[in-house]
T-cell receptor, first 112, second 110 residues
Framework: DAGVTQSPTHLIKTRGQQVTLRCSPK?????VSWYQQALGQGPQFIFQYYEEEERQRGNFPDRFSGHQFPNYSSELNVNALLLGDSALYLCASTQGWQNIQYFGAGTRLSVL | RKEVEQDPGPFNVPEGATVAFNCTYSNSASQSFFWYRQDCRKEPKLLMSVYSSGNEDGRFTAQLNRASQYISLLIRDSKLSDSATYLCVVSSGGYNKLIFGAGTRLAVHP
């Protein structure tokens, strides 16, 4: 049973560029959440997708957007990258109303 | 004030020691509580859920005090492999958004 998978594992971009990160949830899970973890901090909630809709959003600017596909996989897009967007981006999945979330290994984004 | 606050540590303890971590949360409407463990440059992994009645999993005991909005984790007989960052996590709202503390770093030495 595959767990949550994310791609790519590492990414280097320059300021102003755009990036797309991908996530496949654990088998049987239909809800995907995205988190940003800066160095030395705990993960911060970006948004959550369920039934292909964004149903909750954290305190992140509109440069952060996402999508969920019919197979429950998800993408996180970040436009106009800033140096401060350098972080580990984590995807977590769960099923329905269950409150246990399982995390992928993350994508480490460096913005130069 | 942060929604979830933890002592960042580090806690440096010898093998076999007992160590306790504490955490406070600000939202009295929080519904679910967890401790996650995160190894260096890895993803967070669920250590245990936390209940008001307290719960124990081997060497680990977690406790929730809703009145004081306080969560604790006790690790007995520390092992070298327990070295990690321990994240206190609460969820609130209808969609179980997770709010993480900044983590407490534990280093267990021989």
């Amino acid at each position: 049973d595959a767990g949550v998978t994310q791609s790519p594992t590492h990414l280097i971009k320059t300021r102003g560029q755009q990036v797309t990160l991908r996530c496949s949830p654990k088998s049987g899970h239909d809800t995907v959440s995205w988190y940003q973890q800066a160095l030395g901090q705990g993960p911060q909630f970006i948004f959550q997708y369920y039934e292909e809709e964004e149903r909750q959003r954290g305190n992140f600017p509109d440069r952060f957007s996402g999508h969920q596909f019919p197979n429950y996989s998800s993408e996180l897009n970040v436009n106009a990258l800033l140096l401060g967007d350098s972080a580990l981006y984590l995807c977590a999945s769960t099923q329905g109303w269950q409150n246990i979330q399982y995390f992928g290994a993350g994508t480490r984004l460096s913005v130069l | 004030r942060k929604e979830v606050e933890q002592d960042p540590g580090p806690f440096n303890v010898p093998e076999g020691a007992t160590v306790a971590f504490n955490c406070t949360y600000s939202n009295s409407a929080s519904q679910s509580f967890f401790w996650y463990r995160q190894d260096c440059r890895k993803e967070p992994k669920l250590l245990m859920s936390v209940y008001s009645s307290g719960n124990e999993d081997g060497r680990f005991t977690a406790q929730l005090n809703r009145a004081s909005q306080y969560i604790s984790l006790l690790i007995r007989d520390s092992k070298l492999s327990d070295s990690a960052t321990y994240l206190c996590v609460v969820s609130s709202g209808g969609y179980n958004k997770l709010i993480f503390g900044a983590g407490t770093r534990l280093a267990v030495h021989p």
